[in-house]
């Protein structure tokens, strides 16, 4: 049997969700402590409480981030899944007063410090996805670690000043971080019939939900033209990867990917799935479908890997933005997971003008992938059947496929 060897990093992978909420309550214990005469009992409610935060805060979060996909998903918009945050967090700030109110001697809590507090914690949720849909961390360890922040930063503010002018600072941070969705909302209602609008997904593989979305903004949005990058290797992927949270092994063309020993539970490693054609598989596969759909003198693949591994889309969007100096970018999504991520992308870019797409039919990428057929271009049907049989494709472009478990190559 194989000794499984932990280093101190990868057992914090593996239990990063239970660390990041067994400290939610570490501050909020030691100042509950300092207030008290008799120090058993809030040590003893505090050791309650982090046990609670270990078995339940991550679903808790879990169940967060379901309900904030659900409403994207139905409505293509920001703000009312931000909004609903707030309720999830009424209940965790009640829970640091109760243990600061128990040694402190607090009789109530005044609504303006209430409505604060609820700001400020809903600010440091803000902040915390930001930083994740920039590629620094995961959604789900950014956010339980932004409630375990905020649950200090309660505790502080209950006791000293300076606590509340952080909170006052994190209240700030909810208040643009509301004001920033509620415009990109209206930017995707409002905008010029002019432009060119740019498309960034996976594309794993093309669809003809893609060529529809396609089609429509050209027409309704009278685009010059429409810009289209996949992924490369999402950084997700890549970072776990790295870390050994993930393994990855090759299929009928595909990649996929299985957690590993090292993964953390609670986090979510494929929100888009686990099997991946290569990213020049992906790339043929669109230039194909939108010459099948006709679209070719309006709508052109982007090639940069280059500048997607140095900086995401966010570098892709600037290349574009910099090659169409003065005119509106309209940038086109889904209200799938991935669409609304990259929803994030285009508003923290800068002006761009969202074009949400709520899907309203039932094709499936996921689905495609494991078998469904009469959902894609003529070319891209031709090629999902090669695969399957195992065998070589060549593309129009005179790109091969070879049908093999290595990562497939250019040949000539």
């Known amino acids: 049997m194989n000794r499984i060897n ?24 030691i100042i509950s402590a300092l207030g008290s005469a008799n120090l058993l009992f809030p040590m003893l409610l505090g050791a ?11 679903k808790y979060v879990a169940l967060l981030v379901r309900i904030e996909d659900v409403i994207n998903h139905r409505l293509a918009r920001l703000t009312p899944s931000r909004l609903v945050r707030i309720g999830f967090h009424i209940p965790w700030v009640f829970a640091v007063y109760l243990l600061i109110a128990s040694s402190w001697r607090i009789n109530h809590l005044e ?8 700001a400020a914690s809903n600010g440091l949720h803000g902040v915390a996805v930001s930083l994740a849909y920039r590629g620094h961390g995961d959604r789900m360890g950014n956010i339980l670690l932004a409630f375990s922040l905020s649950a200090w930063l309660a505790a502080v503010s209950f006791i000293s000043p300076y606590g509340l002018y952080a909170a006052a600072l994190a209240a700030a941070a909810f208040a643009v971080h509301i004001a920033t969705g509620m415009l ?23 669809h003809n939900t893609h060529l529809r979305i396609m089609k429509e903004a050209l027409d309704i949005r009278r685009l010059h033209k429409i810009y289209v990058h996949p992924t490369t290797v999402p950084k997700l992927h890549r970072t776990a990867l790295e870390s050994g949270e993930i393994a990855m092994t090759y299929q009928a063309g595909m990649r996929i990917y299985k957690k590993t ?12 799935g686990n099997k991946f054609y290569e990213y020049e598989v992906r790339k043929e596969l669109l ?21 997607y591994d140095e900086a995401g889309f966010f570098g892709v969007l600037r290349y574009i933005k910099q090659k169409n100096k003065g005119m509106p970018i309209h940038g086109l999504h889904g209200s799938d997971t991935g669409g609304i991520w990259v ?50 494709f060549v593309f129009p472009s005179g790109y091969v496929f070879k049908n093999s478990r290595t990562p497939s190559n250019k040949i000539g």
């Open 287 to 307: 230039k194909a479908g939108i010459r099948d759909a006709g679209l070719q003198d309006r709508v052109e693949v982007l090639d940069l890997p280059h500048i």
């Open 343 to 392: 929803r994030h992308i285009f508003d923290a870019s800068g002006w761009v003008y969202p074009c949400p797409i709520i899907r309203s039919d039932n094709i499936s990428a996921t689905a495609i992938r494991e078998g469904a057929v009469g959902y894609t271009p003529a070319t891209v049907e031709n090629f999902l059947a090669a695969a399957r049989a195992d065998k070589d």
């Open 184 to 206: 990109s909302d209206l930017r995707a209602i409002f905008y010029p019939k002019a432009g060119v609008g740019v498309f960034f997904g996976t594309f794993n593989p093309v």
């Open 111 to 118: 609504p303006y410090m209430l409505l604060m507090l609820l």
């Open 6 to 29: 932990l280093t101190p990093y990868k057992l914090f992978l593996r239990r990063k969700s239970q660390i990041y909420s067994a400290i939610a309550f570490i501050v909020p214990v």
């Open 261 to 272: 020993h090292l993964a953390d539970s609670s986090k979510n490693y494929f929100p888009t």
């Open 48 to 58: 309650l409480a982090i046990i609670a935060c270990m078995l339940l805060l991550p």
